[in-house]
């Protein structure tokens, strides 16, 4: 089973930072793209970073490149996303999911990964 639990959301300022982690169970993290997706209020889900197994590729959208960061500890079975100069059009869940097949880009692009949506964790960037 590849089963992720998203932590670290809450409703922050605009220019604020917040961090994301992804602690994943059931399976070993090592092999596997790891991907951090969204979805806003009425709009589709898309995807905001992904990173390959060792950490050596990764993908930004490019409304967050140059304001998030993505890393792993895969001893720790962790994804995180470190968010910087958060802006109110960040606001949504979200989301990590696997692939073990895909380019980073590709995965992000097409919202690719294996499983299915878990629960996510809300992101609010408000004054």
């Known amino acids: 089973q590849l089963q992720f639990v998203e932590s670290g959301g809450g409703l922050v300022q605009p220019g604020g930072s917040l961090r994301l982690s992804c602690a994943a169970s059931?399976?070993?993290?090592?092999?596997?793209?790891i991907g951090w997706f969204r979805q806003a209020p009425g709009k589709d889900h898309e995807g905001v970073s992904c990173?390959?197994?060792?950490?050596?590729?990764?993908y930004y959208a490019d409304s967050v490149k140059g304001r998030f960061t993505i890393s792993r500890d895969n001893a720790k079975k962790t994804v995180f996303l470190q968010m910087n100069s958060l802006k109110p059009e960040d606001t949504a869940v979200y989301y990590c999911?696997?692939?073990?097949?895909?380019?980073?880009?590709?995965?992000?692009?097409?919202?690719?990964?294996?499983?299915?949506w878990g629960q996510g964790t809300q992101v609010t960037v408000s004054s």
């Open positions: 999911a696997a692939d073990r097949t895909l380019t980073v880009q590709a995965m992000c692009v097409n919202l690719h990964f294996l499983g299915s």
């Open positions: 990173i390959s197994p060792r950490g050596g590729s990764t």
């Open positions: 059931g399976f070993t993290l090592d092999y596997y793209n």
